[in-house]
C-alpha cells in the first residue's frame, strides 16, 4: 500500500490533472474485513471488523455551477456529471453512485456543486467492502469541507443511507461503522442495535499468526437478489417467532417453532439459526480476545462460521468453499467466507511462517478447479476514515 503522504499526492496529482485546479483537500477510508460476524447487523446483532490497509481516496473541491463532477482513475471511461439538484436513485448510475448517494444526503449543503476524483485500491466485488469506503471517503470529506456538525456516527448513517437508498443495496451498518470507525490495531466490537463500541486489541503478529485474505476472484453485487433475499427472510422469521429483531431470539431451541412442515418453514429455521449461532461465536471471540488468550482459538469459529453460511444462510459459493477446505487442510487454523456472500473473499487464520504454505495450497486447489489463482495479502489492523492533506 502506497503511505498516506503518496497516495494523497497522487490523487493531488489526478486532480490536478482532470480539473485543472488543486483539489482543497484529499481523504481517505479503508475496506474491511469481517473478523466474525456476518449477516447478523441487519438483524441488530454483533460484528468484529477490522480495517484494512487498502483505501479508497477522495480528492475534493468545491464548483460554483450547481453540479456534481465524478471521475475516477479506476473507471477512467466512467465519469459523472450531474447537477445537484438531478441527483437521484439511478442517476448517476455505477460506481458514481455510491459517491453521489453520500452527496445527495448532504445536498442542502452543497449548492454550489463539487469536484471529486476518486483513487484506491479496494479490490471491487471481493467482499471487502469498496462501496462504503468509497462512501465514507466521501462522507469525511464533505463533513471536512463544508464544516457540517456529523458526529462519527452520522457519517455512518449518511453512507449507509445512500447505499440503502440511493443505490438500492439494502445492508447494514457494519461496512460502513468499520470503515469510520475501526482504528489501528484493534477489531471494532460493535452491537449494531444500541450501537454500542468497543476497540478490541487484535494484534496476530505478536502470536506469531496472520490472518490471510483470499480473493476467490468471484465477484458479487449487494444490490442484486440474493442479499436482498436473504434480509427479507430474516425479518419473516422474526415476525413469525414474534421478535423485532432475530437478535432477540435468547436460544437456538426457541427457533423450532419455525419448523411447521412446509419448506418455507424450513428455509426459515436455517436462515434464523444461522444469525442466533453467529452472535454467539462472536461474543465467544470477544471473549477470547479480551482474555489474553491465545488467538488461535478462534480459528475453530471462523470454519464453524463458514459452515453456517454455507449450508444454513447458503451465500457461499464453490471457489469461497474451495479457499475454505484447501487453507484448513494445508494447516490453517480457520478459515471463512467473509461479506454478503454470493463471491468474494476468505479469510484464513494461519500460522505467520505458513502463510506462502497455505497460500500454494488454495492456489494448487484453483488450478484444478480451472480457476485464476486468488489473489491474496495479510490483513493488518488499519487506521479508519481520515484527512490526509
Known amino acids: 500500500m502506497r503511505t498516506d503522504d503518496a497516495a494523497a499526492d497522487r490523487a493531488a496529482s489526478a486532480f490536478r490533472e482532470r480539473f485543472g485546479t488543486d483539489p482543497e483537500g484529499v481523504w481517505a477510508a479503508p475496506g474491511r474485513v469481517n473478523v466474525i460476524g456476518e449477516h447478523t447487523d441487519y438483524n441488530g446483532g454483533f460484528v468484529l471488523p477490522i480495517a484494512l490497509p487498502h483505501a479508497t481516496r ?11 463532477v465524478l471521475r475516477s482513475l479506476q473507471h477512467p471511461d466512467e465519469d459523472a456529471d450531474v447537477a445537484v439538484a438531478d441527483l437521484a436513485p439511478g442517476s448517476p448510475s ?64 449518511v453512507a449507509r443511507r445512500a447505499e440503502n437508498d440511493f443505490v438500492g443495496a439494502p445492508t447494514g451498518i457494519l461496512d460502513q461503522s468499520a470503515s469510520v470507525l475501526c482504528t489501528e490495531g484493534h477489531a471494532l466490537f460493535l452491537d449494531t442495535r444500541d450501537r454500542g463500541t468497543e476497540q478490541v486489541p487484535f494484534d496476530l503478529a505478536a502470536a506469531g499468526l496472520a490472518l490471510l485474505v483470499l480473493d476467490s476472484g468471484t465477484t458479487h453485487d449487494h444490490a442484486a437478489g440474493g442479499y436482498r433475499d436473504r434480509r427479507r427472510e430474516c425479518e419473516a422469521a422474526a415476525e413469525q417467532l414474534g421478535v423485532p429483531l432475530l437478535r432477540d431470539v435468547a436460544d437456538v431451541a426457541d427457533l ?29 471471540v470477544v471473549g477470547t480476545l479480551r482474555a489474553g488468550e491465545d488467538p488461535r482459538a478462534i480459528g475453530p469459529l471462523l470454519t464453524e462460521g463458514h459452515i453456517s453460511l454455507r449450508d444454513d444462510f447458503e451465500v457461499s459459493v464453490p471457489l469461497l468453499d474451495a479457499c475454505v477446505d484447501a487453507a484448513v487442510a494445508a494447516g490453517a487454523h480457520g478459515a471463512r467466507m467473509v461479506g454478503g456472500g454470493f463471491g ?6 494461519v500460522d505467520a511462517d505458513a502463510v506462502d504454505t497455505v497460500t500454494a495450497a488454495v492456489t494448487d486447489r484453483f488450478a484444478r478447479e480451472g480457476a485464476p489463482a486468488p489473489r491474496s495479502f495479510v490483513a493488518v489492523p488499519a487506521a479508519g476514515a481520515r484527512r490526509l492533506s
Open 58 to 68: 477522495a480528492a475534493m473541491a468545491r464548483r460554483d455551477d450547481g453540479r456534481v
Open 94 to 157: 455505477g460506481w458514481a453512485g455510491y459517491a453521489a448517494g453520500v452527496v445527495a444526503e448532504l445536498a442542502g449543503s452543497v449548492p454550489g456543486g463539487l469536484s471529486v476524483l476518486v483513487d484506491g485500491e479496494v479490490p471491487a466485488g471481493a467482499g471487502l467492502s469498496s462501496s462504503a469506503a468509497l462512501e465514507c471517503a466521501v462522507a469525511v470529506a464533505l463533513r471536512d469541507l463544508l464544516g457540517l456538525d456529523l458526529s462519527p456516527e452520522d457519517l455512518v448513517d
Open 344 to 349: 468474494g473473499s476468505a479469510i484464513a487464520l
Open 256 to 284: 423450532e417453532r419455525l419448523r411447521d412442515g412446509s419448506a418455507e418453514g424450513e428455509v426459515l429455521h436455517r436462515r434464523a439459526r444461522h444469525v442466533v449461532t453467529e452472535d454467539q461465536r462472536v461474543l465467544r
